[in-house]
């Protein structure tokens, strides 16, 4: 099964806004929830990142690499980073996986891998 994480297009002005937000930050104009969902796209290039070692239970890995990656049309997301030795400007690609998982569930988020 394919996953999409989506952005948010103003139906008035044509922004695109991540993460959702009621009202558009550009125009101002349009009422509650007037978007349109399109999916992010999958690969960027690393911003910047940082390695996280002291983790909650639920994550399985004794550390984790978390990063900002500037998607190809210009919007930023935060993401976990699957790479040994990330480096600031590579190019990446994600993908929608399971970050987190918990006795009955499981939770999805973006994973981010060198391109």
């Not at 690609?93 to 499981?106: I, L, M, Q, T």
Request: aromatic fraction near 12%; charge should be negative.
């Amino acid at each position: 099964m394919d996953r999409n994480i989506y952005a948010y297009v103003c139906r008035r002005c044509g922004a695109s806004h991540y993460p959702f937000r009621m009202v558009c930050k550009e125009c101002k104009q349009n009422d509650f929830f007037e978007f349109d969902t399109v999916p992010l796209p999958r690969t960027g290039s690393l911003v910047t990142w940082t390695r996280v070692h002291n983790l909650p239970a639920q994550y399985e890995v004794a550390t984790l690499g978390i990063g900002i990656v500037e998607l190809e049309n210009g919007m930023r997301m935060l993401g976990q980073l699957e790479i040994d030795e990330p480096e600031i400007g590579m190019a990446v690609v994600g993908e929608v996986d399971v970050v987190r998982r918990e006795p009955y569930d499981s939770y999805y988020g973006m994973v981010f891998r060198a391109a």
